[in-house]
């Protein structure tokens, strides 16, 4: 009997102890350095997006004046092939939930200190994760910040690149803890490669634009449909709890094993997809589908310079004829950053703006509403017309903008124009023959361009802080509630 008390306190306490490890939705509390208790250390769960109640089939109204008397019949509304009127598309998947997309990919386009690739001692990359960075915590051999990596939006506000992030929600390592020294003692093993992305990694990449791909899965056996598609259901249970409503709609084939792209069809959350060998290339100016479940063409290069001589074979082509640059990747270094650089200078905001670079997910939905959408336009009064654009929603969709070109008008011929309350972000410009206006209705962008701003406000003293700020706020179209929160940047 004694040996049976023993046994079910055992038991007890093992259960009390399980339990608080899987309390995986809870936020380390604020505590100071054990080194040094006068050392604050914030160990505040990021803020993130409220992906759970966005916006579906958004209905943006924008009402035009001009300074003459116009007639509806006369004007031409259409979704160009690619947002912004551009005129190639990039886009670039990282596998393996790469800690490296983090600390340096996404840092990179950011405008965030990046993790430099090379080593300390001859043998370790050191790396960071979200906790590091806001709390200063970071490796000695840190590349400075510099400014964001992107292109404009054709009415010259900046849109920043965007990556797709693989992820492995069953593995138990996003949910390693960060450990975070501020007492500059030289101990550099809390910066060794981390097994991959840990969750608060990746709820700071969400804010940005980043898309989010299956990848593997935790099947026993990987070559059984049946299995593979029972964890897909699995990981998405866990990528909802974590990234705030938000679900997984695109795989990222692993391994060049074909059971995934099968079971991927049988699970309806996946829409989208992208793999290197049995794949359709993309030509984005040919597209007449909406590319529901078609696996889309991407390349592994092991020297990023060698796609820029694919970029530049394919810019000496005619628009229509161009294929998309797709990139994978696994880990990025040095190098990498350095390509990236070299697209921002060249194609992008710092060049010839010519490049679309979003996330794969974004271009499947921006595609999605070219072909599905509807642009009404109405006569309100002989100088009045009012443009009703519909984007139909398919499931899981977080990206309800699109550009929208009206020939028949230009700027100068504009006394106003005005949007309805779902649209929250808008901007517009000549265009050809007419103009081409940007529409946004994400449903909490204003509450993103405040955290922005709030953050700004916590720690002025940081130049990446207070062009996010901006960068976010920018993104809104003109209102009171632009204005006030420019006002507290300036």
Same mark, same amino acid.
């Given at each position: 009997?004694?040996?049976l008390?023993?046994?079910?306190?055992?038991?007890?306490?093992?259960?009390?102890?399980?339990?608080?490890?899987? &309390?995986?939705?809870?936020?380390?509390?604020?505590?100071?350095?054990?080194?040094?208790?006068?050392?604050?250390? !914030?160990?505040?769960?990021?803020?993130?997006?409220?992906?759970?109640d966005?916006?579906?089939?958004?209905?943006?109204?924008?009402?035009?004046?001009?300074?003459?008397?116009?007639?509806?019949?006369?004007?031409?509304?259409?979704?160009?092939?690619?947002?912004y009127?551009?005129?190639?598309?990039?886009?670039?998947?990282?596998?393996?939930?790469?800690?490296?997309?983090?600390?340096?990919?996404?840092?990179?386009?950011?405008?965030?200190?990046?993790?430099?690739?090379?080593?300390? &001692?001859?043998?370790?990359?050191?790396?960071y994760?979200?906790?590091?960075?806001?709390?200063?915590d970071?490796?000695?051999?840190?590349?400075?910040?510099?400014?964001?990596?992107?292109?404009?939006?054709?009415?010259?506000?900046?849109?920043r690149?965007?990556?797709?992030?693989?992820?492995?929600?069953?593995?138990?390592?996003?949910n390693?803890? +960060?450990?975070?020294n501020?007492?500059?003692? $030289?101990?550099?093993?809390?910066?060794?490669?981390?097994?991959?992305l840990?969750?608060?990694?990746?709820?700071?990449?969400?804010?940005?634009?980043?898309? $989010?791909?299956?990848?593997?899965?935790?099947?026993?056996?990987?070559k059984?449909?049946? &299995?593979?598609?029972?964890?897909?259901?699995?990981?998405? !249970?866990?990528?909802?709890?974590?990234?705030?409503?938000?679900?997984?709609?695109?795989?990222a084939?692993?391994d &060049?094993?074909?059971?995934?792209?099968?079971?991927?069809?049988?699970?309806?959350?996946?829409?989208?997809?992208?793999?290197?060998a049995?794949?359709?290339?993309?030509?984005?100016?040919?597209?007449?589908?909406?590319?529901?479940?078609?696996?889309l063409?991407?390349?592994f290069?092991?020297?990023?310079?060698?796609?820029?001589?694919?970029?530049?074979?394919q810019?000496?082509?005619?628009?229509?004829?161009?294929?998309?640059?797709?990139?994978g990747?696994?880990?990025?270094?040095?190098?990498?950053?350095?390509?990236?650089?070299?697209?921002? !200078?060249?194609?992008?905001q710092?060049? !010839?703006d010519?490049?679309?670079?979003?996330?794969?997910?974004?271009y499947?939905?921006?595609?999605?509403?070219?072909?599905?959408?509807?642009q009404?336009i109405?006569q309100?009064?002989?100088?009045?017309?009012?443009?009703?654009?519909?984007?139909?929603?398919?499931?899981?969709?977080?990206?309800?903008?699109? +550009?929208?070109? $009206?020939?028949?008008?230009?700027?100068?011929?504009i006394?106003?124009?005005? +949007?309805?309350d779902?649209?929250?972000?808008?901007?517009?410009a000549?265009?050809?023959?007419?103009?081409?206006?940007?529409?946004?209705?994400?449903?909490?962008?204003?509450?993103?361009? +405040?955290?922005?701003?709030?953050?700004?406000?916590?720690?002025k003293?940081?130049p990446?802080?207070?062009?996010d700020?901006?960068?976010?706020?920018?993104l809104?179209?003109?209102?009171t509630?632009?204005?006030?929160?420019?006002?507290?940047?300036?």
């Amino acid at each position: 009997m004694k040996h049976l008390y023993v046994i079910v306190v055992l038991m007890v306490a093992v259960c009390f102890l399980s339990c608080q490890n899987k &309390d995986l939705y809870q936020g380390q509390k604020e505590t100071t350095d054990p080194n040094n208790p006068a050392v604050n250390i !914030d160990y505040s769960v990021p803020y993130i997006y409220d992906f759970s109640d966005e916006v579906k089939n958004a209905e943006a109204v924008i009402t035009i004046k001009a300074d003459r008397d116009i007639t509806a019949s006369d004007f031409r509304a259409s979704i160009p092939p690619l947002k912004y009127n551009k005129t190639w598309l990039m886009m670039l998947t990282q596998d393996d939930c790469e800690q490296a997309s983090y600390c340096r990919t996404w840092a990179k386009i950011n405008g965030k200190p990046v993790s430099s690739s090379i080593t300390i &001692d001859g043998e370790h990359q050191l790396f960071y994760d979200y906790l590091q960075l806001i709390n200063a915590d970071l490796p000695p051999t840190i590349i400075a910040a510099q400014h964001s990596l992107g292109f404009t939006d054709g009415a010259g506000n900046e849109v920043r690149f965007a990556i797709t992030a693989t992820v492995e929600p069953e593995q138990l390592w996003m949910n390693a803890p +960060t450990n975070i020294n501020k007492n500059g003692i $030289l101990d550099y093993y809390r910066f060794y490669m981390k097994s991959g992305l840990v969750w608060y990694n990746l709820m700071d990449m969400m804010n940005y634009g980043t898309g $989010l791909a299956f990848h593997n899965v935790n099947a026993s056996n990987e070559k059984d449909e049946s &299995d593979v598609l029972r964890h897909f259901n699995i990981a998405q !249970d866990s990528i909802v709890k974590r990234l705030s409503g938000r679900k997984c709609k695109m795989l990222a084939e692993p391994d &060049d094993n074909k059971v995934y792209v099968s079971a991927a069809l049988k699970f309806s959350d996946i829409q989208t997809m992208t793999a290197q060998a049995g794949s359709v290339v993309l030509y984005p100016f040919r597209v007449d589908t909406d590319l529901r479940g078609i696996l889309l063409n991407r390349t592994f290069l092991d020297d990023p310079d060698d796609f820029k001589s694919e970029i530049e074979t394919q810019l000496a082509l005619p628009k229509e004829e161009r294929k998309a640059i797709s990139i994978g990747v696994h880990s990025t270094d040095n190098k990498w950053m350095d390509f990236l650089q070299w697209v921002n !200078d060249n194609y992008g905001q710092k060049g !010839d703006d010519s490049v679309w670079f979003p996330s794969q997910e974004e271009y499947y939905e921006y595609n999605y509403y070219r072909i599905h959408g509807i642009q009404k336009i109405e006569q309100v009064d002989s100088r009045t017309i009012r443009v009703t654009a519909t984007l139909p929603s398919g499931d899981s969709f977080y990206y309800p903008s699109t +550009t929208i070109n $009206l020939s028949g008008i230009k700027s100068s011929d504009i006394v106003s124009i005005s +949007t309805n309350d779902a649209t929250s972000g808008f901007s517009y410009a000549d265009y050809d023959n007419g103009i081409m206006m940007n529409i946004d209705c994400r449903k909490h962008l204003v509450e993103l361009a +405040t955290h922005s701003v709030e953050k700004y406000e916590k720690d002025k003293t940081n130049p990446s802080n207070k062009a996010d700020a901006i960068y976010f706020v920018k993104l809104l179209k003109s209102s009171t509630a632009k204005d006030k929160l420019l006002s507290r940047i300036y």
